[in-house]
């Protein structure tokens, strides 16, 4: 500790350069930390699928209507368990940029086949006898400051029979995502409110979801459903969870490639720039450290005082970066679905700061170690 204004003092002397290299190092570990984690964050998500839920949509595309009448065919389809479905219902909250998905479907077989959002059972009773009811995840609840008991609206462009956009829901309840907090955004939805109210097009689902029991016979059974459907008006593809996870990244290209480029040619500049304005710090300030060791400073803690120099621009650095791109992740959630910097990817923010500073400093560093008094002080 007794080192510490002598190492304050080394950054201060010029504080225009202190503030450039800082700037440089937070601007660096702020693209590291978004991209790291968003990428970093997505595997995740791909890792945590569940390898006993299939996703059975229309072969045109996902999203395209099928008829209700499918799930007669897969609950009996030998091996599938339990079957339900959804109709995505686009909606925004007061203006055009607040979005807020809701998701029609009934509601029991729903939250059966996600064990994983944790809601009141009686909240999820209470569904059942109010048709335009509504569950909240708990990340739209908190954004937009709704309470249970709350009747709100939603605008969206799909219109109802009376030709109106205006989409009203009475909140029953609050639901949480376990595995993934985050993830608690859409509202859950009655499929008859919403069936019942369309112009066009009832009785028709976006997407069916099935459980199986034999997770290792994931390729026979989308195989077993697809063929079902087969030359028929209403082709499916099915896909595990993971799978339908996978291609959704894959559409995104080569996430992992495009990361490490950017950061690596990020650190790769980063690296370079402090390194030579240390070097120019150091030159600068050859006859004050000749002078230290004249008053008996070792060569190593000359040493050591330059590297520390380093570490605190570079490492003080990198937690502001790290906790800025923590923030950009928070206030994307609702675009991305990923609100924080995962933890592997802060640890690994902090140690590359620790090689940055240490091959940064390396050079001033070990001229400082090798530094004669007698030459340093000839000129003066």
């Known amino acids: 500790m007794k080192f510490l204004p002598l190492i304050w003092a080394g950054i201060r002397r010029k504080s225009g350069r202190a503030i450039l290299i800082l700037a440089q190092v937070i601007i660096a570990f702020t693209l590291f930390g978004v991209l790291q984690g968003l990428n970093t964050g997505i595997k995740q998500a791909v890792a945590a699928t569940h390898a006993d839920r299939l996703y059975v949509s229309s072969r045109l595309r ?7 009448s499918i799930l007669g065919q897969l609950q009996t389809t030998p091996g599938v368990t339990l079957t339900t479905y959804r109709y995505m219902l686009p909606g925004t909250y007061q203006h055009a940029t607040q979005s807020v998905p809701v998701v029609a479907t009934d509601v029991d077989t729903f939250l059966a086949m996600y064990p994983e959002i944790k809601i009141d059972p009686a909240q999820a009773r209470a569904m059942r006898e109010t048709q335009d009811g509504a569950l909240v995840g708990g990340e739209t609840m908190r954004k937009y400051g709704w309470k249970v008991g709350q009747r709100i609206t939603l605008q969206s462009p799909l219109q109802r029979k009376d030709g109106s956009g205006n989409w009203a829901f009475d909140i029953l309840g609050a639901w949480e995502n376990t595995e993934q907090p985050d993830s608690a955004l859409p509202i859950i939805a009655n499929y008859r409110y919403v069936n019942e109210s369309l112009p066009a097009q009832r009785d028709t689902i976006g997407l069916a979801t099935v459980r199986i029991a034999d ?5 026979q059974l989308e195989q077993a459903i697809d063929s079902q459907f087969a030359n028929s008006p209403n082709e499916t593809l099915t896909q595990s969870e993971h799978e339908l996870a996978q291609s959704q ?10 990361v490490h480029r950017i950061t690596a040619a990020a650190f790769f500049v980063l690296l370079f720039a402090t390194g030579a304005l240390m070097m120019q710090s150091f030159r600068e300030r050859t006859p004050e450290l000749a002078v230290l060791k004249t008053l008996g400073f070792s060569d190593a803690l000359v040493m050591a005082l330059i590297l520390a120099e380093t570490a605190a621009l570079c490492i003080g650095g990198a937690a502001l970066g790290l906790w800025i791109a923590a923030r950009i992740l928070v206030l994307a959630r609702s675009y991305i679905g990923l609100g924080s910097v995962p933890v592997v990817v802060m640890a690994a923010g902090v140690g590359c700061a620790v090689l940055l500073a240490l091959a940064g400093g ?10 004669r008094v007698v030459d340093a002080l000839a000129s003066r």
């Open 362 to 371: 390396a050079i001033p560093a070990w001229r400082g170690l090798r530094l």
């Open 249 to 258: 990244v894959a559409s995104l290209g080569d996430l992992d490639a495009v």
């Open 215 to 219: 997770p290792e016979r994931v390729s």
């Open 62 to 68: 996902l999203g395209a209507p099928l008829p209700m």
